[in-house]
């Protein structure tokens, strides 16, 4: 049923019946990366209730205006991570380091000059690796994303990922990474603003010529992990990734839409195609029907269907 390759790392049998809210809360906490399909299926199920009644299966009146809402309620959460701004002699590292061919780097939301002189601007800057093998097997492409307690512990995140650039064995298969960052505040931040919670995502491809490990995966996993100790790393991230340590988790990459935004869509879907949905556990069916339509694994939702086996997921080894 399912492509080669991109079987769950842990299949285990979906929760079935109605749930206890409270036992579950709990069993959420507990469980939500230690059994994932439990963790979809709680969040899948707990959204029910934010698009439709649950006395008789009606959708609510307001549903479009949730919808309109949801990617954000998605993947942002409240944060103190632009508490301090980060020091322009850093922003000059990363210039000169363009200077001296190592890689391109780029802000996300506009020409780069105009991003870092406009007041109190962030943005995504992304670092793109010049010694990357560009024509990899698509199946293979997978991002890795970081939450981080402040942007400060971006920076060490970053100098590690740009020695990886260096890296002969790694290098060839490390396309790129973006981190979240601030260089001309002229007010403080509110500590309650909310932001993504994916404050640096890296992209690189697995390497297929040894399939029992993801050998360039793990080592970004133990360079990330050596950059940041863990309690500066924010656990919470938006649903459907699989965690591999605290404040790391992964997933397939399609190159094109982003990872939440495809999910997104999905129930967005489902919704507007719905007048009514008697229960949960209906809608359930209906999201994971409406994933595999959109190429995504049911079973490992933070993965697509391949014709080409891959490895495991990345690991801290």
Known sequence: MFGKGNAPDEVATPVRGKRNPKRDAVHFKQSIFA?????????????YETFYNSSNGDRKADYETKLAAHYDAMSTFDSGYFRKSTPLDAM??????????????????????TVLLKPDSDDYFHFLNYNHRS???????????????????????????????????????LASFKVLLSFNPTKPRPESEPLK?????IYYHADLSD???????????????????????????????????????????????????????VISRVVRANQNVKDEEEFYELVLAELEEDNVNPLATHRYFALTDTPPAPALT
């Open 135 to 173: 024509r990899q097997r698509k199946e293979a492409f997978r991002r890795i994303v970081v939450g981080l307690w402040s942007q400060e512990n971006a920076l060490p995140l970053a100098d590690a990922m740009i020695a990886l650039f260096e890296d002969r064995l790694i290098s060839p298969y």
């Open 92 to 113: 000059e590292k990363y210039i000169i380091g363009t200077t001296e061919d190592k890689y391109e780097f780029l802000a996300q939301n506009g020409p780069l000059l």
């Open 197 to 201: 919670g994916d404050k640096a995502v």
């Open 35 to 47: 059994n994932k399909l439990l963790a979809d299926k709680l969040y899948i199920t707990t959204e």
């Open 211 to 265: 399939l029992s490990t993801d050998r360039v995966g793990n080592t970004i996993v133990r360079a990330i992990d050596g950059a940041v100790p863990t309690s500066r790393r924010d656990a919470r991230f938006a649903p459907f990734y699989e965690e591999i340590a605290q404040g790391i988790a992964w997933a397939d990459e399609t190159g094109q839409a982003s990872f939440t935004q495809v999910r997104d869509d």
